[in-house]
Nanobody, 126 residues
Framework: QLQLEESGGGLVQPGGSLRLSCTASLFTLEYYAIGWFRQAPGKEREGISCISGRNGDFTAYADSVKGRFTISRDNAKNTAYLEMNNLKPEDTAVYYC??????????????????WGQGTQVTVSS
């Protein structure tokens, strides 16, 4: 049924970069706000970024990633992205995207939500 799919994770050394992608095959994401979350072993899920629906004119970031991560969207490709730069070992986690629902910031609004992907593993290690 309705589902998001994340991709782009992998193993990277500290200081490296990755770009994660989030897409939906069964519906359009255009009117949905999109959020990125991560969960490390033994930790609760942490909201790290979000972007408002349609034009994506608002973005927000958690302090832990601000200045290093950038969220964006390309509605023509029905895809949202999370570019991660200057990665640290503390960034190691499974990364998830979500459409609609409760995201990082109240201004990341748009679309009936609660849709999640399967997650993609990001490991930062030397």
């Amino acid at each position: 049924q309705l589902q998001l799919e994340e991709s782009g994770g992998g193993l990277v050394q500290p200081g490296g970069s990755l770009r994660l992608s989030c897409t939906a095959s069964l519906f359009t994401l255009e009117y949905y706000a999109i959020g990125w979350f991560r969960q490390a072993p033994g930790k609760e899920r942490e909201g790290i970024s979000c972007i408002s629906g349609r034009n994506g004119d608002f973005t927000a970031y958690a302090d832990s990633v601000k200045g290093r991560f950038t969220i964006s969207r390309d509605n023509a490709k029905n895809t949202a992205y999370l570019e991660m730069n200057n990665l640290k070992p503390e960034d190691t986690a499974v990364y998830y995207c979500a459409a609609g629902g409760q995201l990082l910031h109240s201004r990341c609004s748009g679309g009936r939500g609660g849709y999640w992907g399967q997650g993609t593993q990001v490991t930062v290690s030397s």
